[in-house]
T-cell receptor, first 126, second 110 residues
């Protein structure tokens, strides 16, 4: 069974960089056919897509976050990571990692998110 | 691009059927049969219940069904049960390789 687990600091100071890692078990990140994705949920609000990364390093990001976002994959540790720079209180949210099923139609597109981590609450506060 | 539009809340009695709509545009729902739906209970991670508009993952009850017409996707839950009370989110692939979620719909089982 595929399992994902987020880890990282629960408190980040304003203007600093938020860093989270998602460790995957039960499936190799190196397999084709899947994105490794981040989604967040502000307190009491809906889901917001952050970005996807493919095992080859190809990334797709939410345009509203792209300038502050860095996604990476560490296949040797079977994990992937998110770094969000210059955070403010508006970045306080539960951050989920998820596996995305891909289709190839000349380029990679997302079909659905089939497995999710339990989520990690990150507060941005001084 | 804007988020997909869902009603904030819907309700129904046990045994009844309800439908949740998800409205997008010609550049997302209208262009791709790549709508998925997620169920989220309080304090839990979202769970996939529908993909590719109307496909159910293994283990998901056949009481959940999906459809699409032009720019609007719909999730129907038949034979409502108490455990169906949750938040439901639609999601669609959109042009320019982005992914959109709906704002979410809170289902109350009366």
């Amino acid at each position: 069974q595929v399992q994902l687990q987020e880890s990282g600091p629960g408190l980040v100071r304003p203007s600093q960089t938020l860093s989270l890692t998602c460790t995957v078990s039960g499936y190799s990140i190196n397999h084709s056919g899947h994105f490794w994705s981040w989604i967040r949920q502000h307190p009491g609000e809906g889901l917001e897509w952050i970005g996807n990364i493919y095992y080859s390093g190809i990334t797709y990001s939410n345009p509203s976050l792209k300038s502050r976002l860095a996604l990476s994959v560490d296949a040797s540790q079977n994990r992937f990571s998110l770094r969000l720079a210059s955070v403010t209180a508006a970045d306080t949210a539960v951050y989920y990692c998820a596996r995305g099923v891909t289709l190839f139609r000349g380029y990679l597109i997302l079909r659905e998110f089939d497995f999710w981590g339990q989520g990690a609450l990150v507060r941005v506060a001084s | 691009q804007s988020a997909l539009t869902q009603p904030a809340s819907v309700s129904g009695s046990p045994g009844q059927s309800i439908t949740i709509s998800c409205t997008g545009t010609s550049t997302d729902i209208g262009s791709y049969d790549l709508v998925s739906w997620y169920q989220q209970h309080p304090g839990r991670a979202p769970k996939l219940i529908i993909y590719e508009v109307s496909e159910r993952p293994s283990g998901v009850s056949n009481r959940f069904s999906g459809s699409k017409s032009v720019n609007t996707a719909s999730l129907t839950i038949s034979g409502l049960q108490a455990d169906d009370e949750a938040d439901y989110y639609c999601c669609s692939y959109a042009s320019s390789t982005i992914v959109l979620f709906g704002g979410g719909t809170k289902l109350t089982v009366l």
